[in-house]
């Protein structure tokens, strides 16, 4: 099919459907079409889009002057599609596109907490990322909020969060967090459970919120790339050529061949990294502690050549606008390829062994079961999805240099339990391993790095890159002498920690942590 070959059809379904769409109402969002919409039309172009088959990736807002300007990106069929409402400061209402796509709902009340958007028809209207941070008609991504807040003095407790309450005879709830044993971030999680099996979870996060999209704006564009590096710190490397690829589109700024093949090695040993770490944990979670070791070694020795061979153990700061900070010499490329071989010998021989463990299977197969109707309700991609049936993968489907010229294999399962989730990271290990094969063999000499230009004023720019958690998109926009004016980092956490909602249910308490394990949503990413 040519490009964009659907879109005319897509088009008069709107128009049948009374959408207005004038001349001047098909525009473009850097190279992706843009549909300019009439507020009261957003939510029937969305009814419209779900019909069709269009996925929706993503919602952010945007503020010019006395204007509001909210923001949807889709895809259908590798291509992607944004929509765009301008609303006066004096009238933000919009319909929702949550009834629509489920997967909208917490960016939907980002932007209604962070700009005050008021979605009309939104199912759920409770506050998602204040935490009484700032006051009740105070919203801190406008432009007349400062950087630093307004509230003296320590915030007061944050304790009328309306959670589902326990109805029925032997219903009770179990709050859990936010503050966790170990390591993890903070993350409220509110069960409702009849003796050990779970009815309902509800989750409450934002406790990391940062400011990220805020502390953004001014920055020029390698202070963005280094803040982008920090959405994540599991996943660097790919926020990082995420917001670098949205600078480098809205300057016209093109990546020298070298520099994109390094950064395809750096983004695949970041995921086989945190396969290695989450397979072994995953295992540690029912008290298999042998896979603990096995596989907490392998990533050891893996993250050791990356600080040998790029100077950090997770690659930060290695990717930078216009390329790659530095160069991987002969010897360094070498000691990669040759830790390629041995780390396959050793999957093929450990995950026969957790394969044929019945205490394992017992625990894993069956448990936290996520339908391939629901993990595409929700948005889900990566492990989440792929093991639900989800064959979405962007350095496939997008074909971004220098994925465009390698031969690479997508797993996908049907099962949807943490097993399949399991299984999915392994699979993903040894395509990962074929994957860095082709880039070394194939990698061209020449310049890791193009010179830098500033954009000019108000132009934005889209990246969409495939991380270790799934499809990172991240949406830019330039103000004047070449500072960041917007910046919104959209992490697979936003479609996989709604899904832990989902798949928990009619399991047991005592699965909880396998099944969030499993799921291994980014707090960091997700709250901002």
Not at 145 to 172: E, H, I, S, W
Not at 289 to 314: C, K, N, T
Not at 500 to 508: D, T, Y
Request: proline residues 5%; contains cysteine; glycine residues 8%.
């Amino acid at each position: 099919m040519s490009a964009y070959e659907w879109l005319p059809e897509f088009l008069d379904r709107l128009k049948a459907d009374n959408v207005l769409l004038e001349e001047d109402s098909i525009t473009a969002l850097a190279k992706i079409p843009m549909l300019m919409l009439e507020a009261e039309d957003w939510g029937r172009a969305a009814a419209q889009a779900q019909a069709f088959g269009l996925r929706w990736i993503g919602g952010w807002a945007d503020q010019l002057g006395e204007t509001i300007r909210v923001n949807a990106c889709l895809v259908y069929q590798c291509e992607a599609l944004a929509l765009r409402a301008m609303l006066p400061l004096d009238t933000l209402v919009l319909p929702s596109h949550t009834p629509y796509y489920p997967g909208a709902d917490r960016m939907e009340r980002h932007t209604q907490d962070m700009y005050g958007v008021l979605f009309s028809d939104h199912p759920d209207p409770r506050r998602w990322a204040r935490h009484h941070a700032w006051g009740e008609n105070e919203y801190p991504l406008r432009m007349d909020f400062p950087l630093a807040g307004t509230r003296p003095g320590p915030m007061p407790t944050d304790d009328n969060y309306r959670f589902l309450q326990a109805q029925g005879a032997g219903v009770y709830e179990i709050p859990v967090g936010p503050v966790h044993a170990g390591i993890i971030e903070p993350g409220h999680f509110r069960f409702l459970a009849v003796g050990e099996q779970v009815l309902n979870l509800e989750q409450r996060l934002g406790y990391v919120h940062k400011g990220i999209e805020k502390i953004a704006v001014g920055r020029d564009a390698q202070g963005v790339a280094r803040l982008a590096a920090r959405v994540s710190g599991d996943s660097t490397v790919a926020h990082s050529w995420a917001a670098c690829m949205a600078m480098e589109q809205a300057a016209a700024v093109q990546v020298p061949d070298r520099g994109n093949y390094l950064r395809a090695i750096m983004a695949e040993r970041e995921r086989i990294a945190n396969h290695l770490g989450d397979i072994g944990a995953i295992c540690n979670d029912v008290a298999f502690a042998f896979a603990q070791y096995q596989f907490s070694r392998l990533r050891e020795a893996w993250q050791r050549v990356s600080q040998q061979v790029f100077g950090h153990r997770f690659m930060m700061d290695c990717i930078v606008p216009g390329g790659v900070a530095n160069d991987a010499d002969s010897t360094g490329l070498e000691l990669i390829r040759t830790g390629l071989e041995p780390l396959r010998r050793e999957m093929q021989e450990l995950m026969p062994i957790l394969d044929d463990n019945s205490s394992l299977e017992d625990r894993l197969a069956t448990t936290g079961f996520l339908s391939a109707e629901i993990a595409a309700a929700f948005g889900s991609t990566g492990y989440v999805g792929k093991a639900s049936g989800q064959d979405i993968d962007a350095r496939r489907d997008m074909r971004y240099a220098p994925y465009d010229r390698l031969e690479m294999t997508v797993p996908v399962l049907q099962d949807g339990d943490v097993e399949a989730r399991m299984h999915i990271r392994s699979e993903e290990i040894l395509a990962s391993l074929d994957l860095l094969e082709q880039l070394l063999r194939d990698i061209p000499a020449g310049d890791i790095r193009s010179e830098w230009h500033a954009p000019v004023e108000d132009v934005e720019g889209v990246g969409i890159v495939d991380g270790w958690r799934g499809e990172i998109m991240t949406c830019v926009r330039f103000g004047a002498n070449g500072k960041l004016a917007r910046f919104f980092p959209r992490d697979p956490s936003w479609f996989t920690w709604p899904a832990l909602e989902q798949l928990i249910h009619g399991n047991i308490v005592p699965d909880f942590p396998v099944c969030n394990k499993s799921v291994n949503g980014s707090y960091s990413g997700h709250d901002l």
